[in-house]
């Protein structure tokens, strides 16, 4: 059932319609522009049918029954349905509908410029935050190694620190400082 419906409802139509745009001949224009207009139509419908209607006996070999109808040449379903019912209905409400439609669009337009702020947001306090942790990381990573891991790290492992002097970071400084053992050994050797 959904092959014959794929196949003669929309695939059929189709290509019909691009016959009726190629040859330009506009009453077979007219004619599958009505159909699509009442397909559309019909396909809405059916979401809700569909819920309600389907233990219906018959109910899908309905619908395919119905699609032949609306695409018969000589019953010429979907002409009726639209110039009875659609056409005249569209015309005494088209109005409403297009100033309905406009503040849709206007709101939806809205809508997508509040939702992109609000995402930029999000996601440049994320990367702020994430920046701001991950140097704090590297930071507090850095301070756990003593001179000897920096120095072997860089690759100097010729040139190492003598284990008298230690480093001590601060706020205000970061001079490395001397222990005093270290000082009486140089007063010593200087007298």
Same mark, same amino acid.
């Given at each position: ?70 695409? /018969? ?5 979907? @002409?009726?349905?639209? #110039?009875? &019912?659609?056409?005249?209905? *569209? $015309? ?18 809205d809508a997508l410029v509040h939702f992109g702020k609000r995402g930029l947001n999000v996601a440049a306090t994320a990367a702020v935050m994430a920046? /701001? ?5 590297? @930071?507090?990573?850095? #301070?756990? &190694?003593?001179?000897?891991? *920096? $120095? ?6 010729s040139s190492t620190v003598p284990p008298s002097v230690t480093v001590r970071t601060s706020s205000k400084q970061s001079q490395p400082k001397t ?13």
């Amino acid at each position: 059932l959904f092959f014959s419906r794929l196949i003669f409802g929309t695939l059929y139509p189709a290509y019909y319609s691009y016959k009726a745009v190629k040859s330009k001949d506009i009453k077979e224009y007219v004619k599958w522009m009505m159909y699509w207009i009442i397909f559309a139509l019909f396909t809405t419908a059916e979401t809700f049918t569909d819920i309600f209607l389907c233990w219906f006996p018959f109910y899908y070999e309905l619908k395919i029954a119905f699609v032949a109808w609306l695409l /018969s040449p000589y019953t010429k379903g979907s @002409s009726l349905l639209y #110039r009875k &019912f659609v056409h005249p209905t *569209l $015309s005494s409400k088209e109005k409403e509908i297009d100033d309905c439609l406009v503040q849709a669009k206007d709101r939806s337009y809205d809508a997508l410029v509040h939702f992109g702020k609000r995402g930029l947001n999000v996601a440049a306090t994320a990367a702020v935050m994430a920046a /701001s942790k991950g140097q704090g990381a590297l @930071s507090e990573r850095l #301070r756990s &190694f003593s001179m000897q891991d *920096l $120095s072997t790290i860089r690759g100097d492992s010729s040139s190492t620190v003598p284990p008298s002097v230690t480093v001590r970071t601060s706020s205000k400084q970061s001079q490395p400082k001397t222990s005093r053992s270290a000082l009486e050994g140089t007063g010593s050797s200087g007298k």
